[in-house]
């Protein structure tokens, strides 16, 4: 039975798995987007939400839980920089994850996963919603086939 067990353990130790996050969530701080298997990117927006989220007040206390999780001093930095005030005013949602196709090795899902303010792309694309009827060719036919 399946009693309590809620969280995905991916396959690894305690230990292991949190060094991975952490690791994982370190990266995606400072490059906005990684790429990696579908199970462990929802893991991945599990673990780095509420980071974002305690981010929010910049505070010596925040800092300290944030490098708890992160264990990256750089990475500690960028998400208290400036540059975060655009996730920074945002309610929730940090995160978004796009299936990029699968893996060669194993056929696993790859996707990736990105913060969402960081992608100017993925607005800045203009979809045309309008359709054009084509014309029908008439055909007139006055008589003179005869």
């Known amino acids: 039975m399946n009693h309590g067990n809620k969280k995905n353990s991916l396959g690894r130790k305690n230990k292991h798995r949190k060094s991975m996050l952490s690791n994982m969530a ?5 490059k906005k987007r ?7 990117a929802k893991v991945l927006r599990k673990y780095i939400e509420p980071i974002i ?3 929010k007040s910049n505070t010596t206390h925040a800092r300290r839980r944030a490098f708890f999780y992160l264990k990256d001093k750089k990475a500690v930095s960028n998400l ?3 540059s975060f005030n655009k996730v920074r005013k945002r309610l929730g949602g940090y995160t978004r994850i796009l299936r990029s196709g699968y893996r060669n090795g194993d056929n696993s899902i790859i996707s990736f996963i990105e913060l969402v303010d960081f992608n100017e792309n993925f607005y800045s694309k203009k979809i045309k919603t309008t359709r054009k009827r ?4 008439i055909k007139v036919d006055n008589g003179s086939n005869k």
Do not use: E
Request: glycine share 0%; no cysteine; aromatic share 10%.
């Open 26 to 30: 370190s990266s995606l701080i400072k």
């Open 53 to 55: 989220t305690k981010s």
């Open 34 to 40: 990684i790429f990696t298997t579908l199970a462990k």
């Open 134 to 137: 084509r014309k029908k060719n």
């Open 80 to 82: 208290f920089d400036d």
